[in-house]
C-alpha cells in the first residue's frame, strides 16, 4: 500500500482519536491520524484536563504551605508564591505529555498527518496542511474533532480581560477579582485554582445549584464547602452583558427569572457554560452526514454515521464530555473495525471533579432514580468517622451509595472528600461486575484508609456500619 492509502483515517488526534489510532495500529489496521493542532494529544492534554490538574496540584500545595501545614506541626517560613514558576510546571507536564503521544505513534506506527482533515467522501479525506492540501484514501473514517468553548452573547472572549478556560490556565498575574460565569466542572476548578492564589471568586450560575448533572445532595454540600474555602456564588442568575472598556470588566446580572439587575466588577471573567461539538469545515454537509438537534454527529449504536464507512467518537457525539469517555469509544470502534465485538457500558462511565475536597460519582443519582421510579436504599458514612480521613485533616464529605431496594445492586455513588476521584475506581469496577452493596461491605478494605468509608457505606445500606 502507498502512504496516501490506510484501513483507517482518525481526524483529530485527542483522548478519543489518538487511542482509537493506537488501538486500531494494535489489531493491525493501517492507520492515520490527521491532527490540526502542532501537538497531539487534543483539548485534554493541551489545554484542559492535564494543565487544570497540574495547576490545581501546584495550588493545593500552595495553599496547604500557606494555611495547613501548621496544623500538622509543621512549621514553615514565609511562603510565597512564583506564579510563572507555577505555570512552567504546568508547561512542562503538558509537553511531557504531549510528547509522550507522539512517540507512542511511532511506536505503534501511526502515521501523523498534520493539518486540516476534510472528509471529502466516503473514504476520501483531504489534509489541508502549511505544505498545501493532499488527499489519502481509506476503508473507514473517524471523526474525533472534540469540543470548543460555548461562546455567550454579549460577552465576548478576548483571552485576556474576558477568558475562557484556555486563558484561565494561563493568566500572567493573580486577578484581584476573578467572575466565573458558569457553576459546573471548569468554573468550580478554575475558581479554586485562583481563589487559592489570592483572588477574590465570585461564580455566577444561571440554575439554583452548582454543578447540576450532579446528585442534589452533593452539589448543594459541594457549594457550602466551596464558599467556607472564600468563593462567593450567585445562584439562579444570569449574565446579561459585558464592559470591557475599562480596566477591568464590568458584568450586568439579573435573576434568571426576570427582575432587577447589579454589576458585578471583575479584574478577569472566566466564560464556563459548557463545550460545543467541533464540525466546523470537516465537510460533513457535503459527505452527507447527519447532525442532531445539538449539532453533535448523530450515531447509532456501532458509532457509525448514517454514511456507512463514517465513525465517530468523544465530544464530537452525545454523552458526557470527559477523556476517558471518548478514549473507551475509541477503543470501541477501533475494535469493531477489526472485526472485534467492542461496547462501551455507559452506565459506569465515572465523572470527578478536582477541587478539594473532591468531588466522583457513578451511575445514577437519587434525583434520576426518583424520576425513573426505581425504588433504593441508601447507604452513607461521613469521612468525619474515618480514621485516615482525620489523620490527614481532610473530614469533609461523605460516601453515598444508592442500591436497588429489592435486589441490593449498586445503582449510583456519589462521594464528596479527598481523593474522591481515585477512589471512584472501584465503585465503577463493583458497576462493571454487577456487585451489590453486600459484595462491597464484605470486601476487606486496608486500614487505616479512606476507602473503608466505602465499606462503611455498602454496610449503611443494609443499617449495619460499625464506625457511626
Ligand atoms: P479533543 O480532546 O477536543 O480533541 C480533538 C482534536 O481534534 C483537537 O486536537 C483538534 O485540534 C482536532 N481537530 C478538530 N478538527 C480537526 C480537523 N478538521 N482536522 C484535524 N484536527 C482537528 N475531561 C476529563 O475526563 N477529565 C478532566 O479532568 C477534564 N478536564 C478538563 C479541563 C478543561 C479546562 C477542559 C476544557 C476540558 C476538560 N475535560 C476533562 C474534557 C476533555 O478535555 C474532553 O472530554 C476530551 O478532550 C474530549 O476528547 P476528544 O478526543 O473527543 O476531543
Ligand atoms: P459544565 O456543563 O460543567 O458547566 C456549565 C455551567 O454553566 C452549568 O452549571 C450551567 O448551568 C451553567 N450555565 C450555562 N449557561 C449559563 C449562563 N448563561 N449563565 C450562567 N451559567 C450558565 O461546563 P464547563 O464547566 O464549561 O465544562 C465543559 C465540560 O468540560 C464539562 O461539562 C465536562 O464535560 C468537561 N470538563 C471536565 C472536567 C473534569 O472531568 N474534571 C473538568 C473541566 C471540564
Given at each position: 500500500m502507498s502512504?496516501t492509502q490506510y484501513?483507517?483515517?482518525?481526524?483529530?488526534a485527542?483522548p478519543?482519536?489518538?487511542?482509537?489510532?493506537?488501538r486500531?495500529?494494535?489489531?493491525?489496521?493501517?492507520t492515520?491520524?490527521v491532527?490540526?493542532r502542532?501537538?497531539?494529544?487534543?483539548?485534554?492534554?493541551?489545554?484542559?484536563?492535564?494543565p487544570s490538574?497540574?495547576?490545581?496540584?501546584?495550588?493545593?500545595?500552595?495553599?496547604?504551605a500557606?494555611?495547613?501545614?501548621?496544623?500538622f506541626?509543621v512549621?514553615v517560613g514565609s511562603?510565597?508564591l512564583?506564579?510563572?514558576?507555577l505555570m512552567?510546571?504546568?508547561?512542562?507536564?503538558v509537553?511531557?505529555?504531549?510528547?509522550g503521544?507522539?512517540?507512542l505513534?511511532?511506536?505503534?506506527k501511526?502515521a501523523w498527518?498534520?493539518?486540516?482533515?476534510?472528509?471529502k467522501?466516503?473514504?476520501?479525506?483531504s489534509?489541508?496542511?502549511?505544505?498545501g492540501?493532499?488527499?489519502?484514501?481509506?476503508k473507514a473514517?473517524?471523526i474525533?474533532?472534540?469540543?470548543?468553548?460555548?461562546?455567550?452573547?454579549?460577552?465576548?472572549?478576548?483571552?485576556t480581560k474576558i477568558?475562557?478556560s484556555?486563558?484561565?490556565?494561563?493568566?500572567?498575574s493573580v486577578?484581584?477579582?476573578?467572575?466565573?460565569?458558569?457553576?459546573?466542572?471548569?468554573?468550580?476548578?478554575m475558581g479554586s485554582?485562583?481563589?487559592?492564589?489570592?483572588?477574590?471568586?465570585?461564580?455566577?450560575e444561571f440554575l439554583?445549584?452548582?454543578l447540576?448533572?450532579?446528585?442534589?445532595e452533593?452539589?448543594?454540600?459541594m457549594?457550602?464547602?466551596?464558599?467556607k474555602?472564600?468563593?462567593t456564588f450567585?445562584?439562579?442568575?444570569?449574565?446579561?452583558g459585558a464592559?470591557?472598556?475599562?480596566?477591568?470588566?464590568?458584568l450586568?446580572?439579573?435573576p434568571?427569572?426576570g427582575?432587577?439587575?447589579?454589576?458585578?466588577?471583575?479584574?478577569v471573567?472566566l466564560?464556563?457554560?459548557g463545550r460545543?461539538?467541533y464540525?466546523e469545515?470537516?465537510?460533513l454537509e457535503?459527505?452527507?452526514v447527519?447532525l442532531?438537534?445539538r449539532?453533535r454527529?448523530k450515531?447509532?449504536?456501532?458509532?457509525q454515521?448514517?454514511?456507512?464507512?463514517?465513525?465517530?467518537?468523544?465530544?464530537?457525539?452525545?454523552?458526557?464530555?470527559?477523556a476517558?469517555k471518548?478514549?473507551e469509544?475509541?477503543?470501541?470502534?477501533?475494535e469493531i473495525?477489526?472485526?472485534?465485538?467492542?461496547?462501551?457500558?455507559y452506565?459506569?462511565?465515572p465523572g470527578?471533579?478536582y477541587t478539594?475536597?473532591?468531588v466522583?460519582?457513578?451511575?445514577?443519582?437519587?434525583e434520576?432514580l426518583?424520576?425513573?421510579?426505581?425504588?433504593?436504599k441508601?447507604?452513607?458514612f461521613?469521612?468525619?468517622?474515618?480514621?485516615?480521613?482525620r489523620?490527614?485533616?481532610?473530614?469533609?464529605?461523605f460516601?453515598?451509595?444508592l442500591?436497588?431496594k429489592?435486589?441490593?445492586?449498586?445503582?449510583?455513588?456519589?462521594?464528596l472528600?479527598?481523593?474522591a476521584g481515585n477512589?471512584?475506581?472501584e465503585?465503577?469496577l463493583?458497576?462493571?461486575?454487577?456487585?451489590?452493596?453486600?459484595?462491597?461491605?464484605?470486601t476487606?478494605?486496608?486500614?487505616?484508609?479512606?476507602?473503608?468509608a466505602?465499606?462503611?457505606?455498602?454496610l449503611?445500606?443494609?443499617?449495619?456500619p460499625i464506625h457511626?
Amino acid at each position: 500500500m502507498s502512504d496516501t492509502q490506510y484501513d483507517l483515517v482518525v481526524i483529530g488526534a485527542g483522548p478519543g482519536g489518538y487511542v482509537c489510532a493506537i488501538r486500531a495500529a494494535q489489531l493491525g489496521l493501517r492507520t492515520a491520524c490527521v491532527e490540526m493542532r502542532g501537538t497531539l494529544g487534543g483539548t485534554c492534554l493541551n489545554v484542559g484536563c492535564i494543565p487544570s490538574k497540574a495547576l490545581l496540584t501546584a495550588s493545593e500545595k500552595y495553599e496547604e504551605a500557606k494555611h495547613h501545614l501548621g496544623a500538622f506541626g509543621v512549621k514553615v517560613g514565609s511562603v510565597e508564591l512564583d506564579l510563572p514558576g507555577l505555570m512552567a510546571h504546568k508547561d512542562g507536564v503538558v509537553k511531557s505529555n504531549t510528547q509522550g503521544i507522539e512517540f507512542l505513534f511511532k511506536k505503534n506506527k501511526v502515521a501523523w498527518l498534520r493539518g486540516r482533515g476534510v472528509v471529502k467522501a466516503p473514504g476520501v479525506v483531504s489534509v489541508e496542511g502549511e505544505g498545501g492540501t493532499s488527499e489519502v484514501t481509506t476503508k473507514a473514517i473517524v471523526i474525533a474533532t472534540g469540543s470548543d468553548v460555548m461562546p455567550l452573547p454579549g460577552v465576548a472572549i478576548d483571552e485576556t480581560k474576558i477568558v475562557s478556560s484556555t486563558g484561565a490556565i494561563a493568566l500572567e498575574s493573580v486577578p484581584r477579582r476573578f467572575a466565573v460565569i458558569g457553576g459546573g466542572y471548569i468554573g468550580l476548578e478554575m475558581g479554586s485554582v485562583w481563589a487559592r492564589l489570592g483572588a477574590q471568586v465570585t461564580v455566577v450560575e444561571f440554575l439554583d445549584r452548582v454543578l447540576p448533572g450532579m446528585d442534589g445532595e452533593v452539589s448543594k454540600h459541594m457549594q457550602r464547602v466551596m464558599a467556607k474555602q472564600g468563593l462567593t456564588f450567585k445562584l439562579s442568575t444570569k449574565v446579561v452583558g459585558a464592559d470591557a472598556s475599562g480596566e477591568g470588566v464590568r458584568l450586568t446580572l439579573e435573576p434568571a427569572a426576570g427582575g432587577a439587575q447589579e454589576t458585578l466588577e471583575a479584574d478577569v471573567v472566566l466564560v464556563a457554560i459548557g463545550r460545543r461539538p467541533y464540525t466546523e469545515g470537516l465537510g460533513l454537509e457535503a459527505a452527507g452526514v447527519v447532525l442532531d438537534e445539538r449539532r453533535r454527529v448523530k450515531i447509532d449504536a456501532h458509532f457509525q454515521t448514517n454514511v456507512p464507512g463514517i465513525y465517530a467518537i468523544g465530544d464530537v457525539v452525545a454523552g458526557p464530555m470527559l477523556a476517558h469517555k471518548a478514549e473507551e469509544e475509541g477503543v470501541a470502534v477501533a475494535e469493531i473495525l477489526a472485526g472485534q465485538a467492542g461496547h462501551v457500558n455507559y452506565d459506569a462511565i465515572p465523572g470527578v471533579v478536582y477541587t478539594w475536597p473532591e468531588v466522583a460519582q457513578v451511575g445514577k443519582t437519587e434525583e434520576q432514580l426518583k424520576a425513573e421510579g426505581i425504588a433504593y436504599k441508601v447507604g452513607k458514612f461521613p469521612f468525619s468517622a474515618n480514621g485516615r480521613a482525620r489523620a490527614m485533616n481532610s473530614t469533609e464529605g461523605f460516601v453515598k451509595i444508592l442500591a436497588d431496594k429489592t435486589t441490593d445492586r449498586v445503582l449510583g455513588v456519589h462521594i464528596l472528600g479527598p481523593d474522591a476521584g481515585n477512589m471512584i475506581a472501584e465503585l465503577s469496577l463493583a458497576m462493571e461486575f454487577g456487585a451489590s452493596a453486600e459484595d462491597i461491605a464484605r470486601t476487606s478494605h486496608a486500614h487505616p484508609t479512606l476507602t473503608e468509608a466505602i465499606k462503611e457505606a455498602a454496610l449503611a445500606v443494609d443499617g449495619r456500619p460499625i464506625h457511626i
